[in-house]
C-alpha cells in the first residue's frame, strides 16, 4: 500500500464520451508484476463471453514473456508485437485492414521462451545472462528502525543514504552483499530491502 500510494502504478481515468458513445473508466496499471501476479490471477477463473476472451488469452501470453523478459530476445519481441496485431480491434469483423495471423509454432515459441531476468526475494531483478543485478524503481521499499526504535520505510535507496548518512554507492554494496532477508546495521540504522508487487 505505501508503493501504490506514492506512485501511479494503478490509475483510474476518465474518459469522456464521444460522438453517440457513453464516457467510461481506463483502469490503467503500468507495473508488469501488478498485472501478472495480481490482475491475471484475479480475472483468470471468469468466463468471458466475447471475443475478450480470446484477448485476454493472447494478453496472458504477453505479460508472461514480458514479466521473464523474454521479450528483450528480438525474436520474442517481434512475435509478441505480431500478437498485438491480432488483439481488440483488429479481432472484429469490422476491422478492414489486413492482418498476419500468428501461427499456433510461433504462439509456441512465446511461451516457452527462456526467461532472462529472475526476481530476488528482497526486490532485484538479476539478469540470467550475465548474473548482474538491478534495482527497479517499482521493485521494493527500504525499511529503517532508527535507534530510537521508530520504522520509516522508503522509496529508493537514495532516500536511504540520505537519512542515514552514508554514501550511495557504499550503501549499495553494503546491501547488496548481506542476505537478501536480513536487517543489516547501518551506523545503528536498521536497513532491509522489501520486494513489492512479488
Known sequence: MFKLKRSKIIALNNISAREKGKASILLVIKNIKVLNNYLIPYLKDMKFITKKGLDFSDFIVICRAVY????????????ILKLSYNM???????FK??????????????????????????????????????????????????????????ETLKEVASTVNVGYRTLKRILDSEETKKLVDVKGYLIKRIAVFQ
Open 97 to 154: 485492414g489486413k492482418i498476419e495471423l500468428l501461427n499456433l509454432e510461433e504462439r509456441y515459441k512465446i511461451i516457452n521462451a527462456v526467461p532472462n531476468i529472475e526476481y530476488m526475494e528482497d526486490g532485484r531483478v538479476k539478469h540470467l545472462h550475465d548474473n548482474s543485478t538491478e534495482i527497479t524503481l517499482t521493485g521494493c521499499i527500504y525499511e529503517i528502525k532508527n535507534p530510537e526504535g521508530d520504522i520509516i520505510l522508503l
Open 88 to 94: 481488440n480491434n483488429y479481432r472484429l469483423s469490422s
Open 68 to 79: 521473464n523478459g523474454s521479450h528483450r530476445v528480438e525474436e520474442i519481441r517481434s512475435l
